[in-house]
Each structure stands twice: as C-alpha cells, then as structure tokens.
C-alpha cells in the first residue's frame, strides 16, 4: 500500500530557514499530486502548497514568496523548502499524496519557530 513519511522538521530562530522531505512509496509518484498542509494547535489544517505531475505549484498567500515546493521523481521525494520563517509557521506539517481516488497522509513533523 501508500506509505507517507515526512522528515526535516525542527526548532528554529524567526527568520531561519527549514527544509522538509517527504518520501512516498506504493504510488507511480511521477504522476501524483502531492502537497503539504500544517495544523497548529487550536487551528484548522491548513493548505500550505501544492504541486502536480507537471510541475505546476499553488501557495497560500501567507507563506507566497517564502516557501517553495519541489519535487525529485526520481527519488520519490517531495520538498518544501520554508526561507524567512516566523513564529505563526509553528506548526506540524503533514505531507499528503493523492492516489487511487484516496488521501494518503505521513505522521507529520513538528516545526516550532522560536528565539
């Protein structure tokens, strides 16, 4: 089956910099969509990027300009790569893989912006 796993979280200072991995396995990943989503406590989970099989991104507007998702098909990875990032990205931040007609989600890791 899916198999989801996210990496690469951790404390870091106000604008610091994060880069988080996500490894997927069970799908033909060149033609999945992926995206990351965070949940920080007592808020919704959030969108926080997307990407399709074409290469093709969606942000949202709070972190536009400072986070960049990517993607290596070759290792079955998908990035997000957070610059300049502030105490409100606190979050933990879940990797979702679209296949089959189902959601597949990883355990999510904990980023925790603070001096």
């Known amino acids: 089956q899916v198999q989801v796993v996210e990496s690469g979280g951790g404390l870091v200072q106000p604008g610091g910099s994060l880069r988080l991995s996500c490894t997927a396995s069970?799908?033909?990943?060149?033609?999945?969509?992926l995206g990351w989503y965070r949940q920080a406590p007592g808020k919704q989970r959030e969108m926080v990027a997307r990407?399709?099989?074409?290469?093709?991104?969606n942000y949202a507007d709070s972190v536009k300009g400072r986070f960049t998702i990517s993607r290596d098909n070759a290792k079955n990875t998908v990035y997000l790569q957070m610059n300049s990032l502030k105490p409100e990205d606190t979050a933990i931040y879940y990797c979702?893989?679209?296949?089959?007609?189902?959601?597949?989600w990883g355990q999510g890791t904990q980023v925790t912006v603070s001096s």
């Open positions: 990407i399709i099989s074409g290469g093709s991104t």
């Open positions: 069970g799908t033909i990943f060149s033609i999945t969509p």
């Open positions: 979702q893989v679209l296949w089959g007609g189902h959601e597949y």
